[in-house]
């Protein structure tokens, strides 16, 4: 009976601590709130901010929103980098697309059901796999006009391709 009493009073305190950080409170504040120890919080925090990378959709369906987008590859926490530091995230040494940057897909649908992953590459053969694994039979895809989705949607005689600009 002890335990089943800890673990509800745990429940309600996991409750006081989300509410405080959607207050705005820090870590350490909101923990002390809710009576958990800064340490514990500290871990569940990270386990509920986890969860919404481990959930990705199979199937997007309706109306579908898809673009790729370029991150610069971070070192941080690495005791040896290939090139030299930057300061306070920087830019890339070239201008426009290079191998600093690691392209990343973000599909999305009107139902709420998401997809997003970091690609080798953002060329026809990565995305003609992907994509039709991903929409439903009777799907719109909305695109910004990239060359690459037309070129998919041409060879997988995917229908209803909209470019939105």
């Known amino acids: 009976m002890t335990l089943l009493r800890r673990q ?4 309600g305190a996991w409750i006081g601590f989300a509410q405080s950080m959607l207050d705005g ?5 909101a923990a002390k709130a809710a009576g958990i120890h800064q340490t514990t919080s500290f871990r569940g925090l990270h386990r509920l901010l986890a ?12 109306i579908v929103e898809a673009d790729e987008t370029y991150f610069l590859e971070s070192y941080k926490g690495s005791h ?7 300061r306070c995230g920087g830019a890339a040494e070239k201008r426009g697309l290079s191998a600093e940057q690691i392209p990343a897909l973000v599909v999305r649908d009107r139902n709420g059901g ?3 992953a970091e690609l080798p590459t953002t060329d026809k053969a ?9 929409l439903a039979q009777h799907s719109v895809l909305c695109t910004d006009g990239a060359s690459v989705f037309k070129a ?13 600009i």
């Open 8 to 11: 509800v009073k745990q429940r």
């Open 25 to 29: 409170l820090s870590v350490r504040k």
């Open 51 to 62: 969860i919404p990378c481990e959930r990705k959709d199979g199937e997007l369906s309706g």
């Open 80 to 86: 040896e980098m290939p090139r030299r530091s930057r």
């Open 114 to 116: 998401h997809f997003d």
């Open 126 to 134: 990565t995305l003609g796999v992907l994509l039709p694994q991903l």
């Open 152 to 164: 998919v949607a041409k060879e997988q005689g995917l229908k209803g391709l909209r470019h939105i």
